[in-house]
């Protein structure tokens, strides 16, 4: 899969499956892309923006996004960019709050389930209700809106009347999936049940049709994905106000 391809998938993905519940939207301004999240998460409204930048210069990106005017919620989100900018965003009273990587992975080949854990999905409002109050990251993640739709699919594993692991995977369009919000419960990690929920999702992926799967790593992540056969495809290089972290 190329760059562009998977950059695609992945502002698709993030943006979500439009709702009366999801108003999050794209734009461009003069060729920089905007993400504006306006969306329903742990039961409350959250608005946020973030600029995909390829190819502008930091003046470019800063005069835009001035122009914008983003929410106080924003980040400046660079893609395989040089580190002599950074002192640009420094400058301008960002600061570096994460560095990410872009990956992708062909849906053949893949590994076999493991047959230690079972994975489940989410498909009733007792599923939702129970997982939310039980979700590792205490977060209450799915909503009716999100369980209802066909295109998002909401899988777990369950251990000692517990969720260990969850995953999210959005169907962009028939052929390409992009993976988010997994998560495995601290008490539960270096067990391979990360592995093996996303295999599972892999598998149930490749059983419907879609033929390639992208995410974002952190760089704690990225070892897992890199096992599971994900190819990494660009660096990501995460800019937030300086202020927010104050």
Not at 84 to 107: F, K, N, Q, T
Not at 165 to 174: E, F, G, I
């Amino acid at each position: 899969m190329q760059l562009n391809q998977a950059l695609e998938i992945f502002m698709h993905g993030e943006i979500g499956i439009p709702s009366a519940e999801n108003r999050s939207s794209r734009q461009q301004l003069a060729g920089l892309d905007i993400l504006h999240s306006d969306d329903v998460w742990n039961q409350q409204r959250q608005i946020a923006d973030e600029a995909i930048v390829q190819s502008h210069a930091p003046a470019e990106v800063l005069a835009l996004l001035a122009d914008y005017q983003p929410s106080v919620d924003h980040r400046i989100t660079l893609v395989d960019r040089p580190t002599s900018e950074h002192a640009a965003y420094h400058a301008a009273g960002y600061r570096h709050s994460a560095s990410e990587v872009l990956l992708a992975r062909s849906l053949n080949n893949l590994p076999a389930p493991d047959p230690r854990y079972a994975v489940a999905q989410a498909t009733t409002i007792a599923d939702m209700e129970w997982l939310n109050t039980h979700d590792p990251a205490k977060r209450a993640w799915l909503t009716v809106t999100r369980l209802l739709e066909p295109r998002l699919r909401h899988s777990f594993i369950r251990l000692d009347a517990e969720v260990v692991a969850r995953v999210r995977v959005c169907q962009v369009d028939p052929a390409h999936s992009y993976v988010t919000n997994l998560y495995t419960a601290p008490n539960y990690r270096r067990r391979g049940i990360a592995q093996a929920l996303m295999i599972a999702v892999l598998q149930q992926a490749a059983a419907l049709g879609e033929c390639w799967s992208v995410l974002i790593a952190s760089e704690a992540g990225l070892p897992l994905y890199q096992k599971l056969g994900y190819q990494p495809l660009a660096t990501l290089t995460v800019f937030e106000p300086a202020e927010a972290s104050e």
